[in-house]
């Protein structure tokens, strides 16, 4: 399902774009979940990374689009930012904020669905390359090859990124079960990216630096995911 943000100060403006999206998912079947915002400011409050698409008007009361985009990519560089504005000079002002697109006021529906079917197609790309978590902060994207391993800890999650750590709420079984074939389970407590293993040293497997032990239970299985991984 498509999670899509839609900011405008003008009520208006909103339905439109709401019933566009519907339409265009009616007609090509796709799914999507809108959630509107009236202000740049009330989006970017408690921000978490969950759209995949945010329709974000230039000209609002308390926070402009341009703004609240600068605000969104600090936090998530991978949901897709397109402009609204009847000022078509924003579309070069779309550039600093990495906007994928930019809708000159009027919109008409057949301008609407050339540019959201280009965001379909992008987010399908993007698809298998991150992965949302809930985590203590909210819900995060996290790039899947960035992730190095993931480690049960005292009833916690930690996602240990290339980046930082993460403390997710999930299950050990649940979060294998969401990502790629790489990731391989070396004993109960540790799912390892298979593309940071240095090497295996008797029963601990190298990975960037860090020595994981490797159960006897899992051990076959391990050795296996790693030759295959490399063949």
């Known amino acids: 399902m498509l999670r899509i943000a839609l900011v405008d100060d003008d009520k208006e403006s909103l339905a439109l774009l709401k019933g566009y999206i519907t339409d265009f998912c009616r007609e090509n079947g796709e799914c999507a979940h809108v959630e509107c915002f009236n202000d740049g400011i009330d989006i970017v409050s408690d921000y978490t990374a969950e759209f ?16 609240a985009a600068a605000y969104i990519r600090k936090k998530d560089k991978n ?11 924003y579309a070069i002002k779309g550039y600093t904020v990495e906007a994928f697109s930019f809708l000159l006021k009027p919109i008409n529906y057949f301008t609407f669905s050339r540019e959201f079917a ?15 978590f809930s985590t203590e902060n909210g819900i995060d994207r996290i ?23 993460y403390v997710v709420y999930d299950t050990m079984k649940s979060l294998e079960s969401k990502l790629p074939k790489n990731f391989s389970r070396c004993n109960n407590c540790y799912l390892v990216n298979l593309a940071f293993a240095n090497g295996v040293h008797g029963e601990y497997v190298l990975i960037s ?8 239970s899992r051990r076959k299985t391990f050795l296996e995911d790693i030759a295959g991984f490399y063949a």
């Open 52 to 67: 995949d698409v945010i329709f974000l008007d230039t000209a609002m009361k308390h926070m402009d689009g341009l703004s």
């Open 79 to 89: 949901a897709l930012i397109v402009l609204v504005s009847k000022d078509a000079h």
């Open 118 to 132: 280009r965001c379909i197609e992008k987010i399908k790309d993007l698809q298998g390359k991150y992965i949302l």
């Open 143 to 165: 790039p899947v090859d960035k992730i190095v391993y993931i480690e049960s800890q005292n009833h916690k999650m930690i996602v240990n990124t290339t980046e930082k750590p």
């Open 209 to 216: 630096g860090k020595e994981l032990k490797i159960s006897r």
